[in-house]
């Protein structure tokens, strides 16, 4: 019983700690990985977006990224430090 009560308070601390945003300013614990990208908030979700590149689908986004997606148009980052898709 101990146990689950304790994996349900990590639950929930993981929960309130998640990287959720309303506007830009609640993503500033963010940093984009490259210099050509800006910070945003998308379904609230911090991301990086290129401001420029356009893309059809995921497989158009590339670069220092783990997730990448394409939403509206435009490649978003939301997991850093890789070259995944």
Same mark, same amino acid.
């Not at 998308?42 to 590149?53: E, I, R």
């Given at each position: 019983?101990?146990?689950?009560?304790?994996?349900?308070?990590? /639950?929930?601390?993981? #929960?309130?700690?998640?990287?959720?945003?309303?506007?830009?300013?609640?993503?500033?614990?963010?940093? $984009?990985?490259?210099? =050509?990208?800006?910070?945003?908030?998308?379904?609230?979700? $911090?991301?990086?977006?290129?401001?420029?590149?356009?893309? #059809? #689908?995921? =497989?158009?986004?590339? /670069?220092?990224?783990?997730?990448?997606?394409?939403?509206?148009?435009? $490649?978003?980052?939301?997991?850093?430090? /890789?070259? /995944?898709?």
């Amino acid at each position: 019983m101990k146990t689950v009560l304790a994996l349900l308070f990590l /639950g929930l601390v993981v #929960a309130v700690k998640s990287e959720n945003c309303v506007n830009t300013n609640g993503c500033q614990h963010v940093a $984009c990985p490259e210099t =050509d990208y800006i910070l945003s908030c998308v379904n609230h979700q $911090c991301t990086c977006t290129h401001p420029t590149n356009t893309c #059809a #689908a995921q =497989d158009d986004c590339n /670069g220092n990224c783990n997730t990448w997606h394409c939403i509206d148009g435009k $490649c978003r980052c939301f997991q850093f430090g /890789g070259n /995944g898709k």
